[in-house]
């Protein structure tokens, strides 16, 4: 039966790809290195692009097509952490590599960039589509939206579209701001903001397990659920980012995208459908019932912290103060844990408790849901309530997803003891999943914007954050407060406690 629903047509993954030429701005950059190149390599190798396919690499540094195409080429090498590079997709691949170099404030590259797309256009059958995708500084977004517009290639004979990568502003009026600046040449529609974590499959499949079950769903609200965690955790510290990082911090960097989108999946309700503005509506509403906080609030629920310098494993880790690039005396924060109150009926009075942190004693991404408890006793408990009825979907690494209860130790008293029921994402399917630039670069060629963030989205987000912000930059907390490799600062046990809850060692 014809559908309208792309999650509920069998196809949705052989949607048709249409030929396009994507313009990378920062082609020289960490990112492309890292993830996009490895992800356009997989596409092609999964024959998941349309023959009239092109790369154009754009950025300051001169390098002929030639030297562009060895330098990625190095980067899918390096990379791509389970594709083995293979000579005969590599050179159709690369045949499609091209480079323009230029200073984005510069008319003249714009002018360049028309000569090679119409180039590309012709040579490559990219029937004049193009999806610009911003991998530079963020102020460097809206100046090139601009050159783009004055250029006349905002349009074109197929569509034109702008991908967006974090950080999206640094609060709600640099949000709007640069909203305003991107709409004087693309329609919100074509504006793609990404947010990598709504690409990975394991927070997809947060809304395949709500959705797609009928036994979950009933228990899902604020008479059954007591309160939920989501951590996502980060052994390692600032990478070289140092510079970057002393200005965004661990709330901007982490919790105002990555986490709340992974909150508004949780505790979202199901759409009319899963077509993209359904689901996005329902994702807006959610951030928008978020409870902005008081000061007052601010200061009981929430905290800020800071890693200093510890020895782990036998190493000397230094402390975020001493990192390359950062201020000895900075005021950043390495870890935020903020308790979240949704004013909704099904969630009021549920605390979301969100933490993420760099120099934590593990990579872990996972969302603990507590349910409540039995009201009675009846039996006598090994480890009395502490870490049962708790539902965990583990995010990365591991995925997988795990339900907590009591069972009856074998014998013959009545003894009972938790145990877990485990599903495991990488043993149930064996399969290869596609990484969440795989997934995202895939739906902006094809068109479709259901895992993309609006603009609504990204403005009810900052007007959650800002008063944190706020606040945290009126109050002295005395920083380092956590040591690297330790679960961060005591303050965030105790904001727990105040409300009989503890923090889940993952
Ligand atoms: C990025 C942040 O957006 O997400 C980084 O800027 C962080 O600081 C990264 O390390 C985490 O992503 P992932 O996919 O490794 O969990």
Redesign the pocket.
Known sequence: MPTDNPFQDPLRFERQVPPCAIVIFGANGDLTKRKLLPALYRLAYDRRLASGFAVIGISRTPLTDDQFREKMRDSVEQFSEDTKLDEEVWADFARGLSYVAGDIGDPALYKNLADKLAQVEAERHTGGNALFYLSTQPSQYAPIAHGIGAAGLGKGNGWRRLVVE?PFGHDLSSARELSDRLHEVFEESDVYRID??LG?ETVQNILAFRFGNGIFEPLWNRRYVNHVQIT?A?A?G??G?GA??QE?GALD??IQ??LLQVLATIAMEPSASFQATSVRDERSKLLRSIRPMTSAEVLENTVAGQYGAARIGGEDVPGFRQEQGVDPKSRTNTYAAVAFFVDNWRWAGVPFYVRTG?RLPK?V?EIAIQFNTAPLHLFNQDSGDAGVNLLILR??PEEGISLKFLSKRPGSGMTLRPVSMDFNYGSSFGERSPS?YETLLLDAIIGDPTLYTRQDMVEASWSVVEPIQNTWKETETDFPNYAAGSWGPAAADAMLARRGHVWRKP
């Open positions: 974090k990598h974590y990975k996502g980060e390692i600032v990478e980012r970057y990082y965004a960097d982490m995208n990555h760099k990579r991404t995010i990365q969440a």
